[in-house]
């Protein structure tokens, strides 16, 4: 829940949006939010990039969905700065060992790490990320996957010391924030080949949106999905009793509720000290990246037969 | 007739009337996952085995633990090699509990186990094999991958 809280999803971004309209642009007390988020294009944002140089320290506004897990929890009994910003040294650390790459629920990732009880001592596994939780050194990732038909989630650690090496081997999203519904799906739908090569793409485009719906297998299910608000589902029948509870359960009111909203996030002001922090150490390690797969891609010539 | 009746009416139901249990204790319903004769025609008839003792002092079972399974009327043992509560991070949790049976002196009743079993247990069932006990070890040897 709290990496859901800690990000506005874009239905809560888009009411405020509307409801900042009616105020003026310029209300202070909605501060925890971008004003400028939707309406700043792609290119505005390419130019932010460049502006590292100028030594201005500001992270885009994408680095909130792209490093989620360097925002402190939303609720103040489990904050302490120090202990936050000690955190952050230790992530920086790690990251400058080994390349996590940037990845979003629904993407497709394979996890090299070291394991004492495999047979060569190396244990790879790949799958589809289905939920993205914790902040700080805490923050872990689940993949799933279905070999011989038989269905298999392993959670891991992202700042884990025994992981060798992280591969997003297709970058998109789904539609939803969490795609825990593929346990009760057919096994198809979670099933990835583990010699799956990574794709190349384009790191300027925005990132795909996989708008795959799934079907659900018949009930008995393992979470009531009817009362879940669900978009990568098709539709689906409940029975009268679940369907009436689903609907005496449902809170619409609770998209308004701005107090609720606001102790859900981190602040606009908050999430800039943060990344500022990092930004610049998060820029060189991603500029390595991406010379490092130019590198690799030009070593790879055909050789002329 | 109504003793016929409800024969044909048990046999034809195609579901379970007990919940499902949350972990591994008595009564627990398992799935055989090697191609031993007496698990298979089990798996098929949709008779799975029941748990009806676990060989550890918490009467729960963990991953690699000996379980005491009732099959075809038939007393076997077994080891847990794949389960669905949450495990550790790094551990793999299945969509179903899987055992594989054995006898009492550890031998697989099969030969080949047809879905992977979770790295882990080579440590488990390693130290879980005394001396001059049954050998677990054994199992490791017929399962077709590792995760």
């Known amino acids: 829940m709290a990496s859901v809280g800690r990000i506005l999803s874009h239905d809560i971004r888009q009411n405020i949006q509307n409801f900042k309209s ?13 004003i400028e988020t939707q309406a700043k294009s792609s290119k505005e944002n390419a130019d932010d990039k460049r502006k590292v140089d100028d030594r201005e320290n500001t992270a885009p506004l994408e680095f909130r969905f792209k490093y989620p897990e360097f925002l402190p929890d939303p609720n103040a009994a489990y904050r302490n ?9 230790d992530m920086m650390a790690r990251r400058a060992h080994i390349d996590i790459p940037t990845f979003y629920v629904g993407s497709i990732l394979a996890v090299t790490l070291s394991d004492s009880h495999a047979v060569g001592k190396t244990n790879r596994f790949v799958g589809i990320c289905i939920e993205r939780k914790g902040c700080g050194l805490r923050a872990s990732f689940r993949l799933r996957n279905a070999i011989d038909k038989q269905g298999m989630e392993v959670v891991y650690n992202m700042y884990d010391p025994t992981i060798q090496k992280v591969e997003c081997l297709r970058l998109e999203k789904r539609l939803d924030d969490k795609l825990l519904y593929l346990r009760d799906c057919p096994i198809e739908y979670s099933t990835f080949p583990f010699d799956m090569e990574p794709e190349l793409i384009d790191e300027t485009a925005p990132v795909r949106i996989n708008t795959l719906k799934v079907p659900l297998k018949p009930p008995p299910w393992l979470e009531r999905w009817e009362r879940q608000d669900l978009k990568g589902v098709q539709e689906f029948e409940v029975n009268e009793k679940r369907r009436r509870k689903a609907e005496k359960h449902k809170t619409p009111w609770e998209e308004f509720d701005l107090m609720k909203i606001y102790r859900q996030t981190i602040p606009m002001e908050d999430q800039k000290d943060i990344f500022a922090e990092v930004y610049s150490d998060l820029h060189k390690l991603e500029i390595t990246r991406r010379k490092m797969a130019r590198k690799r891609k030009f070593n790879r010539p055909d050789k002329p037969t | 007739m109504a003793l016929c009746g409800s024969k044909i009416n048990v046999m034809s139901r195609g579901f379970h009337t007990t919940p499902v249990a949350q972990e591994i204790r008595k009564m627990a319903r398992l799935r055989v996952v090697d191609n031993s004769e007496i698990g298979k025609s089990a798996m098929l008839e949709g008779k799975p085995p029941r748990c009806i003792h676990v060989y550890n002092k918490r009467g729960v079972g963990f991953l690699g633990d000996k379980v005491l399974l009732a099959i075809k009327g038939e007393k076997k043992k077994a080891i847990l090699v794949g389960l669905k509560q949450n495990q550790s991070p790094r551990i793999p949790k299945f969509d179903s509990n899987n055992v594989v049976l054995i006898n009492d002196e550890g031998t697989p009743l099969g030969t080949r186990i047809h879905v992977p079993i979770p790295h882990i247990l080579r440590t488990l069932l390693q130290e879980k094999t005394q001396t001059k006990g049954a050998d677990y070890t054994k199992l490791l040897a017929i399962a077709s991958r590792y995760v």
């Open chain 1, 22 to 34: 009616l105020f003026g642009k310029d209300c202070r007390w909605l501060s925890s939010q971008a």
């Open chain 1, 81 to 89: 700065s120090t202990r936050e910003r000690l955190e952050r040294m």
